[in-house]
């Protein structure tokens, strides 16, 4: 077996959470750290990729050997971004935790506390991985995650039929989310589980040996 399995191949990840901005002090995000997608990232290089790394806001430093890094904030910066490299790369993996809702409105300046109540409205934001979905070629391979609380699986293989995606890699955020281990379900589209735990460096690089398998 070859030391570099990903050698000629593109692979693009995203990682980490979004922020979405409700006005110039305030935001919503969530608890995503990025070690799940940068350890992705790393390992895909260590195969022998080219990769790009997509990263939302973290406090990680990005291994100086990826060969593409973009900062992001929002899940629609993020969504342009992903679109506008999506078609030159052969594998794109989205780790990412993408905020489903945006404010519908950012405020210009710092919303006053004045009333009891204070009411957002939001909006759903654009979905990356469904779009990738819809628009891979065939000799695309399209990977989501899946971060749920109940049901893993379950609800996981349906997210890969919703988004018409090649893998879905599930798993629970109590397991998951900032942590270095993680324990995930890799379900292909046969719907075929495989279960995998270890260190997030692991559980990357047997994600990856398993796209080459299926895939390369
Ligand atoms: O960052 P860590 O602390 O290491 O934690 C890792 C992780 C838990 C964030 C990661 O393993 C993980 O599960 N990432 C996916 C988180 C997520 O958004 O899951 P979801 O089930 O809500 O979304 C399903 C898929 O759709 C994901 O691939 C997500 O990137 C994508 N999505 C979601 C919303 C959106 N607007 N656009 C998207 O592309």
Known sequence: VSEK??????????????????????????????????????????????????????????????????????????????????EQYDILIMCAAVADYTPAQRSGSKIKKIEDKLVLELVKTPDILATLGQVKKENQVVVGFAAETEHVVENAIEKLIKKNVDIIVANDVSEAMGKDTNHVYVISKNKAVVEVEGTKEEVAKELLLRICENFC
């Open 5 to 86: 399995p990903l050698a000629g191949k593109k692979v693009l990840v995203t990682a980490g959470p979004t922020q979405e901005e409700i006005d110039p002090v305030r935001f919503i995000s969530n608890h995503s750290s990025g070690k799940m997608g940068y350890a992705i990232a790393k390992v895909a290089k260590m195969l022998g990729a080219s990769v790009c790394l997509i990263s939302g806001p973290t406090c990680l430093s990005v291994p100086y050997f990826i060969d593409e890094v973009v900062f992001v904030k929002s899940a629609g910066e993020m969504y342009r971004e992903v679109l506008d490299r999506a």
